[in-house]
């Protein structure tokens, strides 16, 4: 069963610290993965998206990485913010499953206290 | 251009009621596909349609149907209501065969009584 796997499921830093937050996969036949954050009943924004291909993507503070092999992607978010308090999710678009679906795994939820 | 929309944002039904969702793609989208998300946990796929037709459905009963049209609008119809189909509905676009992510709607909140 192809699986996504996010810990911790939740974290509170205080402002200015960088933080790492996991995404471990079952199986490294992937098609990409993608972060997203998602605040409080609203819907999710896209971060960053990493095809199979690539090991890494930046955007700003964030960077995400990604090992097929072992199975994992990390999201770090450098200098955080109480801006960046949020939930953030990682999804991954397995090969031959059903529509090219999403697996999220449970997310994480963070806070970044002043 | 325009992200995905959905409508209505928050909507109260009884149980044993029908309940349809609409989703506005991105311009240039042409595939969509609808999540349901429960309260602390991920989004979990109900299913996707490319080209007006389903494309791939997730672990979910036949009382949940939908529609995409021409113009890439999609429509989520939920029939005879229980309470556990309480949740935030995701509508999400893409492009099928190209090598984009996923673009996410801001979701409808459903509530059945």
């Known amino acids: 069963k192809q699986e996504v796997t996010q810990i911790p499921a939740a974290l509170s830093v205080p402002e200015g610290e960088n933080l790492v937050l996991n995404c471990s996969f079952t199986d490294s036949a992937i098609y990409n993965l993608q972060w997203f954050r998602q605040d409080p009943g609203k819907g999710l924004t896209s971060l960053l998206l990493?095809?199979?291909?690539?090991r890494e993507q930046t955007s700003g503070r964030l960077n995400a990485s990604l090992d097929k092999s072992s199975g994992r992607s990390t999201l770090y978010i450098a200098a955080s913010q109480p801006g960046d308090s949020a939930t953030y999710l990682c999804?991954?678009?397995?090969?031959?499953?059903?529509?090219?679906?999403?697996?999220f795994g449970g997310g994480t939820r963070l806070m970044v206290k002043p | 251009e325009t992200g995905v929309t959905q409508s209505p944002t928050h909507l109260i039904k009884t149980r044993g009621q029908q309940v349809t969702l609409r989703c506005s793609s991105q311009s240039g989208h042409n595939t969509v596909s609808w999540y349901q998300q429960a309260l602390g946990q991920g989004p979990q796929f109900i299913f996707q349609y490319y080209r007006e037709e389903e494309n791939g459905r997730g672990n979910f009963p036949p009382r949940f149907s939908g529609l995409q049209f021409p113009n890439y609008s999609s429509e989520l119809n939920v029939n005879a209501l229980e309470l556990d189909d309480s949740a935030l509905y995701l509508c999400?676009?893409?492009?099928?065969?190209?090598?984009?992510?996923?673009?996410f709607g801001s979701g409808t909140r459903l509530t059945v009584v």
């Open positions: 999804a991954v678009r397995f090969h031959n499953n059903a529509g090219n679906m999403l697996t």
């Open positions: 990493i095809q199979s291909s690539q």
């Open positions: 999400a676009s893409s492009i099928t065969g190209g090598a984009v992510g996923y673009t």
